[in-house]
């Protein structure tokens, strides 16, 4: 999730939001904070002041992350100040470059209304510090209770300090993605060689089986066998879509590609696809399409996996004989609305509130034995963030269930 901040720029009077650290950043471990601890330390002992920092922007104020072991320092670490003043590190954060304030005192810009002032610390030197993709952190800086100019030199070290840390940023974003990246990797093998293999397997068997009946067999008999063997292709298709899809989006980190296009013929190909599964279940499909024809802007791809996916629960959890409902509507908002209901066999509460997120235990057969790879629901979820478009569900045992997307 996206986070922003409001700053205030003191010199030309004006406010900014600001893009900060989303919730996906990784934590700052130990070893890096110890090391900018000797970066600031070292900062103040050579430009002799009584305050070097590392500030963080968050949402609704800024904070002293770290502060200089040296004496006289009049921060504490973990204080905050409300955005509200237009301090020095936010003209430094909005304008994205050095500042140097020789003496606030002196300054019409700097000496009214200056929470920094008021604790004399009256000269300032500082730049920011960015996330590799170009996300807020905060700034460093150094403070002085005198006068001071700041050599040039003193200005290429606090920027050296700045390259160091948004270094340190980008190894530890680096280290998050490779560990996302070997956790993809088991789990993708995992999920391969448990699902995709057994649904080969039981493929197998089928032919198998076909090859030994007698010649005299009955054709009917040996149709029914064949539907049974495509069904079973198709759950295995529909799984690997699933596995390469959910590996292509975490790895690559894909973006949606939208387009125009007609729901509603997305719909009914799908429903398409599905004829057989539905055949051999003797299952009614009942659409109805208040919104026809229904064109949206959206990524395809991704919406018309997502509802595959859905249909393909609803298909799979539905008691022989049953009836799948699907609806498209419109809302007062003029938002498109999807429903897949069916009369299956429902879920409880615990099972609802895990439905979106991996676990073996997801992988129920269904009420005629097909496979489940537990994925599905995941990848569904995670596509329709991407879109910007809501998934909810109702459901109750042996009654079926209702899912529910908004676009």
């Known amino acids: 999730m996206e986070n922003f901040a409001t700053i205030n720029i003191r010199e030309t009077n004006e406010s900014k939001k600001v893009k900060i650290a989303s919730d996906s950043k990784p934590e700052l471990v130990d070893a890096t904070l110890k090391k900018w601890q000797v970066l600031i330390d070292t900062l103040a002992s050579i430009v002799n002041v009584p305050s ?29 100040v409300d955005l509200v003043y237009g301090l020095y590190c936010e003209n430094v954060i909005g304008k994205q470059e050095q500042l140097i304030v020789p003496n606030a005192k002196k300054s019409k810009v700097w000496r009214k209304n200056n929470p920094d002032v008021d604790i004399n610390m009256i000269s300032y030197l500082g730049v920011p510090i960015n996330w590799p993709d170009g996300e ?29 840390i948004e270094l340190d940023l980008q190894t530890l974003l680096q280290n998050l993605e490779l560990h996302e990246l070997n956790e993809v990797k088991s789990k993708f093998l995992s999920l391969i060689s448990h699902d995709i293999r057994g649904s080969i397997s039981s493929s197998d068997e089928f032919l198998k089986l076909l090859i030994k009946q007698p010649k005299n067999k009955d054709y009917d008999d040996m149709l029914k066998m064949l539907d049974h063997l495509s069904v079973n292709l198709s759950q295995s298709r529909i799984a690997l879509d699933n596995l390469l899809g959910w590996s292509k989006s975490v790895v690559k980190n894909i973006k949606p590609e939208k387009s125009s296009f007609d729901l509603v013929i997305v719909m009914d190909e799908l429903i398409k696809f599905f004829s057989l599964p539905v055949k051999i279940k003797e299952l009614k499909i009942e659409k109805s ?13 991704m919406l018309t996996m997502s509802i ?3 249909l393909s629960n609803a298909i799979k959890y539905s008691f022989k004989g049953g009836l799948v409902k699907i609806n498209i509507s419109k809302s007062n908002e003029d938002r498109v609305i999807i429903e897949i209901i069916d009369s299956g066999i429902g879920m409880n509460n615990k099972t609802k509130n895990r439905l979106f997120h991996y676990a073996d235990s997801h992988q129920q057969q269904g009420t005629e034995g097909e496979s489940s790879a537990g994925i599905g629901l995941m990848l569904t979820k995670e596509f329709l963030d991407k879109i910007g478009a809501n998934v909810s569900v109702d459901s109750e045992i042996d009654k079926g269930s209702t899912f529910t997307v908004c676009i």
């Open 136 to 164: 807020c952190f905060g700034t460093v800086c150094v403070l002085d209770n005198k006068e001071n100019k700041y050599s040039k030199d003193f200005a290429d070290l606090i920027n050296q300090m700045k390259l160091h």
């Open 289 to 301: 399409y208040s919104a026809n024809p229904c064109q949206i802007f959206s990524d395809k791809n």
């Open 308 to 310: 595959r996916n859905i």
């Open 52 to 80: 070097a920092l590392i500030m963080r922007l968050n949402k609704d104020n800024i904070e002293v992350f770290l502060k200089s072991n040296t004496k006289g320092n009049p921060y504490k670490e973990n204080e905050k």
